[in-house]
Structure formats: structure tokens, C-alpha cells
């Protein structure tokens, strides 16, 4: 049951639970950000490092991660709001509101522990989670980060309806690079797939045209060398319409008119 100690074993049930996604998300979910199961649980720790980018510190720190992620739409009724009145607020500088983690379209996530302390506080305070350093970075950073040239990010960036998976704290937004890693690895083995085919089209043009070139100029090597060789002794030979070929000329008197026509006026 919630919270879950740091050293928590967990179940798909229980990251169920603790994620809001349902049972069968869970597993393709977590392996976008590299983290997999040892043997058929995941340690919690592994699971707040990897896709939060937190670690807790203190008991106090356990029990606030152990508790769990809510969904915006759940904080927004919380709060008296919209959902889109919420993720408006919380993509602005110098918002009241905790880090919000946007995993997926409409999976945008808080943690439920700083949402209970905000609503709590009489000044709208809870308590923030340093975050571990390389986790998450700017956009503009991305590239360098990842060795990658500029324009792959870019490319990634261009659908606003699906962003790789960030984290929005005071209006500032750093993309978790496990998943930009992951979406770029995908993409680049369709490039190198097509990339190969494009390879491999090419060669078979080559090998063909190298087996059978056509000449242009009246050449007799390739694939019709032999018919040139044939057709070169016909040069000048008349051919009757009957024939079908240089050695037709043998029917010629089968297709003559015999005697006995000649005689009846035929």
C-alpha cells in the first residue's frame, strides 16, 4: 500500500497504483526511460531516479515519493480550476505550483505529496525535490548533451502534441533525456533502414547495367550480342515476305506456284 518505501519492490499492480497508469502501460512505459524490472518488479528507487529525476534524502523525502503521482485533471478539481486553466499557470514563470511532469499527451502528472503541502500551507508552500543533475536539460542543450546534430532535435520538437517527455517547474521546461534518447534511437533506425534499401537499390541498378549495358553506338558486347552476331550475315540478303527468319529462304520453293497452276491459269 501507498507510500511506498524506498526500497520497494513493486508489483505492476502496485506502479498501477502509484503512476495512475493502467496495469498494462506500465512495463512499454518505464522501458522508454531505460528503466526495466529486476526480475519481475522494479525497485522504486530505480523508478524515482530515472523517470523523475529525484532520490529522496530524508525519511520525510521517502514518504513524499512513495506516495505517488496524481493526474491534472484530478489536482485542477482540487484546486477549483480548469485543467487547461492549471497547465496554463504552470507553464508560466514564477508559478505557485509544483513541478508538473508532462510524460505523454494528456499524461501531464504531479506529485500528490506537494500538492496536499500546497493546499495546506496558508502561504502556498510545500516542499521542492532537487533534481538529479543530467536527468532533464533545456532544449538548447539537448544536442550537446546527446551528441546529436541540432536539426534531429528539431525534428523531434516540431509536433507540439508530442513532445518527448519533460518536466515543467516554474514555468522552465527541460526534456528528460532518456526519452529523447529512446525517440531518437527509433528514428534513427528508420533513416538507417532506408538509408540501406536506398544502398541496395543502387547496387542492383549497378550490377544490372553491368550484366546487360545498352549501347548506344552499335557495340556487340551485353545481353545482345549474340542476336548482333546473328543479324550481321543478313545484311544485304533480299527476304521474301514469307520468311521468318535467315533461314527461311529454304521454303522458297515450297511457297512457289507449282506447274499445274501455271498450266490452268491459276
Given at each position: 500500500?501507498?507510500?511506498?518505501?524506498?526500497?520497494?519492490?513493486?508489483?505492476?499492480?502496485?506502479?498501477h497504483r502509484w503512476s495512475t497508469l493502467s496495469?498494462?502501460?506500465?512495463?512499454?512505459?518505464?522501458?522508454?526511460?531505460?528503466?526495466?524490472?529486476?526480475?519481475?518488479?522494479?525497485?522504486?528507487?530505480?523508478?524515482?531516479?530515472?523517470?523523475?529525476?529525484?532520490?529522496?534524502?530524508?525519511?520525510?523525502?521517502?514518504?513524499?515519493?512513495?506516495?505517488?503521482?496524481?493526474?491534472?485533471?484530478?489536482?485542477?478539481?482540487?484546486?477549483?480550476?480548469?485543467?487547461?486553466?492549471?497547465?496554463?499557470?504552470?507553464?508560466?514563470?514564477?508559478?505557485?505550483?509544483?513541478?508538473?511532469?508532462?510524460?505523454?499527451?494528456k499524461r501531464h502528472l504531479v506529485l500528490k505529496?506537494?500538492?496536499?503541502?500546497?493546499?495546506?500551507?496558508?502561504?502556498?508552500?510545500?516542499?521542492?525535490?532537487?533534481?538529479?543533475?543530467?536527468?532533464?536539460?533545456?532544449?538548447?542543450?539537448?544536442?550537446?548533451?546527446?551528441?546529436?546534430?541540432?536539426?534531429?532535435?528539431?525534428?523531434?520538437?516540431?509536433?507540439?502534441?508530442?513532445?518527448?517527455?519533460?518536466?515543467?517547474?516554474?514555468?522552465?521546461?527541460?526534456?528528460?533525456?532518456?526519452?529523447?534518447?529512446?525517440?531518437?534511437?527509433?528514428?534513427?533506425?528508420?533513416?538507417?533502414?532506408?538509408?540501406?534499401?536506398?544502398?541496395?537499390?543502387?547496387?542492383?541498378?549497378?550490377?544490372?547495367?553491368?550484366?546487360?549495358?545498352?549501347?548506344?553506338?552499335?557495340?556487340?558486347?551485353?545481353?545482345?550480342?549474340?542476336?548482333?552476331?546473328?543479324?550481321?550475315?543478313?545484311?544485304?540478303?533480299?527476304?521474301?515476305?514469307?520468311?521468318?527468319?535467315?533461314?527461311?529462304?529454304?521454303?522458297?520453293?515450297?511457297?512457289?506456284?507449282?506447274?499445274?497452276?501455271?498450266?490452268?491459269?491459276?
Amino acid at each position: 500500500m501507498l507510500p511506498f518505501a524506498r526500497f520497494h519492490a513493486a508489483t505492476l499492480l502496485d506502479l498501477h497504483r502509484w503512476s495512475t497508469l493502467s496495469r498494462n502501460e506500465v512495463r512499454p512505459f518505464l522501458a522508454r526511460f531505460g528503466i526495466h524490472p529486476l526480475g519481475t518488479k522494479y525497485p522504486m528507487l530505480r523508478v524515482y531516479e530515472h523517470l523523475l529525476g529525484l532520490s529522496p534524502a530524508s525519511a520525510a523525502e521517502e514518504l513524499m515519493l512513495g506516495g505517488g503521482l496524481m493526474r491534472v485533471t484530478t489536482v485542477a478539481e482540487w484546486f477549483g480550476v480548469t485543467g487547461e486553466a492549471l497547465l496554463d499557470a504552470a507553464r508560466s514563470p514564477n508559478n505557485m505550483y509544483p513541478p508538473l511532469y508532462a510524460l505523454g499527451p494528456k499524461r501531464h502528472l504531479v506529485l500528490k505529496a506537494q500538492v496536499e503541502q500546497l493546499l495546506s500551507s496558508p502561504k502556498n508552500a510545500f516542499h521542492g525535490l532537487p533534481p538529479i543533475p543530467g536527468h532533464a536539460v533545456p532544449a538548447s542543450r539537448l544536442a550537446r548533451t546527446l551528441e546529436v546534430s541540432p536539426s534531429r532535435i528539431e525534428a523531434l520538437l516540431v509536433n507540439k502534441d508530442d513532445l518527448p517527455a519533460r518536466v515543467i517547474s516554474q514555468g522552465s521546461v527541460r526534456y528528460i533525456v532518456s526519452d529523447v534518447a529512446h525517440r531518437l534511437a527509433a528514428t534513427g533506425s528508420n533513416e538507417g533502414s532506408c538509408a540501406k534499401e536506398k544502398v541496395l537499390a543502387e547496387e542492383m541498378i549497378e550490377d544490372a547495367l553491368s550484366v546487360a549495358p545498352i549501347s548506344t553506338c552499335g557495340g556487340t558486347g551485353g545481353l545482345f550480342s549474340a542476336v548482333t552476331k546473328h543479324a550481321i550475315p543478313q545484311r544485304g540478303v533480299p527476304r521474301p515476305c514469307t520468311q521468318s527468319g535467315f533461314d527461311a529462304r529454304r521454303g522458297d520453293r515450297v511457297h512457289a506456284r507449282p506447274s499445274e497452276a501455271k498450266l490452268s491459269g491459276i
